[in-house]
């Protein structure tokens, strides 16, 4: 005769693992398994934005080129297109490389060396953050751009830019070319010769420029090539959702950087006090920290690739 | 887990560290190059970008591939993990067809949208309708 008892009985002898029942599917631990399919939703959200971001850059006409909107560094680096971004790259790569050391030593159970490549893990993901922090200071303090004004524009057709009086300058530019509109007040972008003397420029009509009612310089130019040359026309703001777009996905992105720099702080400090040692699972616990910060390295390969490389 | 053993599979850490950082710089110099910040004027040429960015596209899928399959252990893994993880991911590709051919859409409708605002009209001076004006009831 059969108890219930007997029926549960596999289940209780079975404690070496989360499963409730048979073997684990895929030959491989729950939280592993549950972390890849995490990783796969976020994989999702990840390429809805990106994917928004081309539908959006393909339906404008114009777009702000990355490597001109990208080119500047700190230390006073200008004109320095992509460097920047390169770097930051470069951090979340060797954080990955790293991560993938501590993992591997988990797997040798050496508890000093897990802590040791976890730590320099942790040193690349806040290095990376602190670039993004300059990266967006830059572009919100000094080049005015917000989630709803992109002042990076660019021209449709070539033309010459107009001096105080009304007449065309040397200065022309390219079909195509982009351009940065600085504001009115003094210490605006401080990029010499790009916009000299315009900095202080009162409200309203000049026959230069034209200034708006946030003091952005809106510069006259003289259309030389396509079917309106001859016209006299003023810039005009990029479009909008260049910015929306730039701080919305690079911000979630930096907000995966920043939690995963988190629980990575958290993970060490575990395996420091030998959480892990005793434990049935082992090292198990660095292992998925590692898978989800080398998905964060995967989704900025993307990120890069549409927002700087295109 | 892994079939390597320790030594070899910090090799292999090492090497992967300098694929991804080559890679990464040969995507930089061909981005810089495609736009003309190498050779002045190859901008002009807009199939040199096009080249440029499918060239790009293929190196970072390379660059996945490579995180995904070394770095997370995907190679190890059994082959029915690996495809409930990368055939969802694969079917994104038409999304990515669908909603760019949808962007171009958008802008040759935005364009027709302004090209018949400028279009001006004449109200027309015939006669406009079947009855006889004298005809309608008025009020």
């Known amino acids: 005769m059969e108890t219930t008892e007997k029926l549960l009985e596999p289940h209780e002898n079975h404690t070496d693992g989360s499963w409730e029942g048979a073997a684990a599917p895929f030959n491989i631990s729950y939280g592993k398994l549950m972390m890849w399919y995490f990783l796969l939703s976020d994989a999702f959200t990840f390429a809805g934005f990106l994917i928004a971001y081309g539908a959006l850059r393909f339906s404008s006409p114009s777009w702000p080129v990355p490597d ?4 500047t560094a700190p ?22 490389v790293t991560m993938v050391r501590a993992v591997q030593e988990g797997h040798r159970e050496n508890k000093r060396g897990v802590v040791f490549w976890m730590f ?23 080049e005015n751009m917000t989630v709803t004004t992109n002042p990076f524009g660019s021209h449709v057709d070539a033309g010459t830019y107009l001096d105080e009086k009304g007449n065309a300058t040397g200065e022309t530019f390219k079909a195509g070319a982009s351009f940065l509109m600085h504001k009115s007040e003094a210490g605006g972008h401080g990029e010499e010769g790009h916009a000299e003397g315009h900095h202080a420029l009162a409200k309203g009509d000049h026959p230069n420029a034209f200034v708006d009612n946030q003091s952005f310089i809106h510069r006259k130019f003289k259309v030389i090539s396509g079917p309106n040359s001859g016209d006299i026309e003023t810039e005009e703001f990029g479009p ?6 730039f701080f919305f996905i690079t911000g979630f992105h930096g907000f995966h950087v920043l939690s995963g720099v988190a629980f990575l702080l958290i993970i060490m400090i ?18 998925k920290i590692g898978l989800y910060w080398h998905f964060v390295d995967l989704v900025w390969v993307f990120v890069f690739l549409v927002f700087y490389l295109f | 887990m892994s079939q390597k053993t320790y030594e070899e599979s910090k090799k292999a850490v090492v ?24 050779i002045a004027g190859l901008n002009d040429f807009v199939w040199i970008g096009y080249a440029a960015g499918l060239v790009i596209a293929v190196l970072s899928i390379y660059k996945a591939y490579f995180i995904i399959y070394e770095f997370m252990h995907m190679a190890y893994e059994v082959k029915g993990l690996a495809i409930t993880v990368l055939l969802p991911t694969s079917l994104l590709i038409w999304a990515l067809f669908a909603f760019f051919q949808e962007g171009s859409a958008w802008k040759a409708r935005r364009q027709l ?22 005809l309608f009831f008025r009020l």
């Not at chain 2, 560290?17 to 710089?25: A, D, I, K, M, S």
């Open chain 2, 15 to 38: 090497k992967g560290l300098f694929l991804l950082g080559f890679v990464t710089l040969i995507e930089v110099f061909i981005s810089l190059f495609a736009k003309g910040h190498i």
């Open chain 1, 68 to 71: 001109f909107v990208f080119s």
């Open chain 1, 75 to 96: 230390f006073g680096i200008h004109d320095a297109p992509l460097i920047f971004v390169t770097v930051m790259s470069f951090l979340l790569i060797i954080s990955s």
């Open chain 2, 113 to 134: 949208v302004k090209e018949k605002n400028k279009i001006s009209i004449e109200p027309s001076k015939e006669k406009q309708g079947l009855m006889d004006e004298s």
């Open chain 1, 120 to 142: 320099l893990t942790i040193i690349g993901g806040a290095g990376f953050l602190g670039c993004q922090a300059w990266e967006w200071t830059n572009l919100i303090g000094k």
């Open chain 1, 270 to 287: 575990n395996v420091a006090s030998g959480v892990y040692a005793s434990r049935k699972n082992g090292y198990e616990m660095v292992e």
């Open chain 1, 240 to 245: 909008k959702a260049f910015g929306a777009l």
